[in-house]
Each structure stands twice: as C-alpha cells, then as structure tokens.
C-alpha cells in the first residue's frame, strides 16, 4: 500500500442502495496520522493477549499473498496481503511473550491511523458474544425447534431458501432433509442467528459448536427498532436483556415482531472448541476480534480500539469498573448490521459476562486503524 500524505481523504463510492435507479452515496473517510504513544491506553495494555488472535489472521493473510486486501472502490486505499508480509511474517516467527517485545514489532512495521468518517471520529459500537442453547440431533420432547443447514448446489436447485425468515419458521422448509439440530427455545433459536454462531448442549450430554454457513438474502433489521417505533421500549432502554424480556412477556406477539426481521441464518456444525469462525475464516477471540464493515477496513486489519465500556451509564457499576476498552483488536468478522467505516461490533465471548456486557453495550468509541509502513 502506498500512502501519499498524512491526512488520507479517500472518496469511498460504498453503501450500493439496494433499488434501481437510486445513486451511490459518497461517503469521505479520512486517515490521520498519528504516532503510537498518542494512542489512548497504548501504554497500558497487554498486546500479547492479542497474538493468539494475530497469528491466526497473519497465517490466512500469507497464504493469499495476491488477495485484494480492499474493494475496488477505495482505489486510493488498494493493495493485497503481500503488503503485510514483512509484519505477519515477524508476527509468525515470535515467539516471546513479552509485551514490550510486541510492541517493538508494532512500530516496526505499522503506521497507526486515526479514522474520521464525514468529519466525525466517534463511531457507534455494539457488543456480541457466543450463546447456549440446548438441543438435540433429533425432534422429540421440548426440543421442536429446527435450526438449518444451507443446501448444497445440487439441493439449491430444487429448494428455494431466498425467502423470508417468517417462512420458514412456518415451515416453508419443513421435511426437505436441511434440519441440522433441533433445540428447546424459538427465542434462542431467533437471536443465534443475531449472534451467527453459538454452543448447543444437545440431549446426550455433548457441547458441540455451530457456526454461520449462510443467509437467506433478505437484510437483517433489528426487532428492537421494532419495538421502539411501536412504543413498546425506548430507544435507552433498547437492549438485548429487554427485547428478551418483552419477546418472553409477549409470547401470543413474539413472532409477530420477530418476523419483523426477515433474515435468517442457516449454520453448519463446527468441530473443535477454539470459539466461533469469524468471516476471515478463524476462531474468534474473546474481547480481541471485531467485527468490521469490509468496505472500509480489511479483514485481519489490526485495529486499536478506544470505546466506551458498558458499565460507563450503570449507575451501580461504572464507578469500579474500567470505563473504556482500549486496547488492540483483530478485524476478523463481518455483520449484517455493521455498516459504516467507525461501526464495529466487539467480540466479548462466552459465558453469563460476556451475554450481559454484550447485551447492554452500545457505546460511542474511536478507531485506529494499524496499516503497513511499506
């Protein structure tokens, strides 16, 4: 990659509208210069937390070094992985666990960049994580609820999935062989789809990993916005916790209002317990990958993040809590909501901490992108 002057202003002809005859919207995003130790928590934070998650993008990035690292339309911001080869290649071969040493190798081969985006620096940023269900491999008891694989090409030919998600769950899909598991909870089986990827318990005893294998075409909308626009919830205390609540209090309308969101998500069963496969194709890690918009940054793309932590506007835990996260993070997933060049959704995890603190999040923050000196 090749950056002619400090201050980048990149003319991104992104965000395709999806009728015809409406026109591109030119959205201008800049990249500012800056040096590591203006970074906000840059002295504070471990970055060997973060390797596990480097090596595993670096090793997908040297193996496509000819990849196109961003869309044709940011021509001014073009180039492959083999750009990143002397970083990923010195990030393979450490071995150390010092922090210090890490960060050596930062400022060796990377130039950080603030992002702006129409002028703006702060960006919105939501929280996802990896949830639990219970299920079974086959359709008894509680457990009436499919979820579904994706049909092959032979099978795509003969089966229409490009249908709406309220379809589906009334059976527009039923007995064509595409159930992959069946699980206890249309309210779990509705927001693993949100999440892409989840563990299922199953009958047996067994925890196996499900993951996103792909979507039925129709654009994800957010039932929260639903529930806002009715009245029903406000727009602060629209989180994943009250949407939960009023599905599971509302049960005669839950369908009504998920059906709102005519997505759906078909999932394939995961072998190994690494944690869930983001876009990128590798286990994500907890509370260093992100999910990013690839129109405006490339997938492996390490990124310092400065957001605001959940626990900031709750009253009875930000004063013993951190209140921004600010530390190095991996670009290693995409999402149906995540449009926008300062929009990302932070991977918090499994576990009840992770459900919580992604559920509440949606916070304002900041975004450094770490991009190739050569």
Excluded at 42 to 54: E, K, R, T, W
Excluded at 174 to 200: H, K, N, Y
Excluded at 349 to 354: R, S, V, Y
């Amino acid at each position: 990659m090749s950056f002619p002057c400090t201050l980048l202003s990149l003319v991104l002809l992104s965000f395709l509208l999806l009728s015809r005859g409406q026109t591109r919207k030119t959205i201008d995003l800049s990249l500012t210069k800056v040096s590591f130790e203006t970074i906000p928590g840059y002295q504070n934070d471990q970055i060997v937390d973060a390797v596990p998650a480097l090596k595993r993008s670096c090793a997908v990035m040297l193996k496509q070094p000819s990849k196109t690292y961003s869309v044709p339309e940011t021509a001014n911001l073009s180039g492959t992985y083999k750009d990143w080869t002397p970083f990923c290649t010195a990030v393979m071969h450490e071995q150390s666990s010092s922090t210090a040493r890490w960060k050596s190798i930062l400022q060796t081969h990377l130039t950080p960049y603030r992002l702006s985006l129409d002028g703006r620096q702060e960006g919105q940023f939501t929280g996802y994580y990896e949830p639990l269900l219970h299920g079974s491999k086959r359709k008894h008891g509680r457990y009436q609820f499919p979820l579904y694989r994706y049909p092959s090409a032979q099978e795509a030919k003969r089966i229409n999935v490009k249908i709406p998600r309220s379809d589906i769950v009334r059976g527009a899909l039923t007995g064509r062989g595409l159930e992959l598991l069946w699980v206890d909870s249309p309210v779990d089986a509705f927001f693993v789809q949100i999440q892409g990827s989840g563990r299922v318990k199953l009958d047996t005893g067994k925890m196996i990993n499900i993951g996103y294998a792909g979507q039925n075409g129709h654009p994800y909308h957010p039932i929260g916005k639903t529930l806002v626009q009715n009245g029903e919830l406000t727009l602060k205390n629209a989180t994943m916790q009250s949407i939960r609540h009023w599905i599971k209090t509302h049960p005669k309308r839950a369908e009504e209002i998920m059906s709102t969101n005519h997505s759906y998500v078909f999932f394939r069963i995961i072998d190994g317990t690494d944690g869930p496969i983001g876009s990128q194709g590798v286990p994500l890690t907890a509370k260093r990958s992100i999910a990013v918009d690839p129109a405006y940054i490339g997938l492996g793309s390490p990124i310092w993040v400065d957001i605001e932590h959940p626990d900031i506007n709750h009253p009875s835990k930000h004063h013993h809590k951190k209140t921004h996260l600010q530390h190095l993070a991996i670009a290693q997933d995409t999402g149906g909501a995540i449009k926008g060049g300062l929009r990302a959704d932070y991977f918090w995890g499994f576990g009840a901490e992770a459900t919580d603190l992604s559920g509440r999040m949606n916070s304002k923050g900041k975004l450094y992108l770490l991009l190739p000196k050569n």
